[in-house]
């Protein structure tokens, strides 16, 4: 038997990095950020919604794992399954193309920065042990 480790980027989410993404489940529902425009689409006579490039797959997202060490952390994780149960319960009955407002917050973040590398020859946490 034969297995080959491939290299991951920590915090890469491996499922979908693995997967080709031809062979990835296509996702049916999806959240989009945006906004309304003052213009108004004469065909539909509701106003444009100007959305970023991209979307947010709903349905093919994987459930966060509950079963953490922290209990903060497992309650937050929780939270998270059941706003998204809650949303898919919202948009189950929309039929192909249609489209429903929900209220949610948006949060922009930026990354940490990188940590500078430990001087191993300054790191308090290295002991010489003896053999």
């Known amino acids: 038997m034969s297995l080959s480790f491939q290299p991951t980027k920590f915090g890469a989410n491996t499922a979908s990095a693995a ?6 489940p296509k996702a049916e529902y999806w959240i989009n950020l945006g906004y309304e ?3 108004i689409n004469e065909d539909t006579k509701k106003p444009y919604f100007i959305s970023l490039p991209q979307g947010i ?7 966060a794992d509950t079963n953490v060490r922290s209990p903060e ?3 937050i994780r929780n939270a998270q399954n059941d706003l998204h149960a809650q949303v898919m ?3 189950k009955d929309l039929q192909p193309g249609e489209e429903t407002f929900i209220t949610l917050q948006v949060q922009v973040r ?3 920065a990188d940590v500078a590398p430990i001087d191993p020859e300054n790191n308090p946490l290295i002991k010489k042990i003896s053999f």
């Open 89 to 91: 319960a919202h948009v």
């Open 73 to 75: 952390f497992a309650a």
């Open 19 to 24: 997967t080709p993404a031809a062979d990835r």
């Open 37 to 39: 425009a003052e213009a």
């Open 57 to 63: 797959p709903l349905d093919t997202q994987e459930l």
């Open 110 to 112: 930026r990354r940490k």
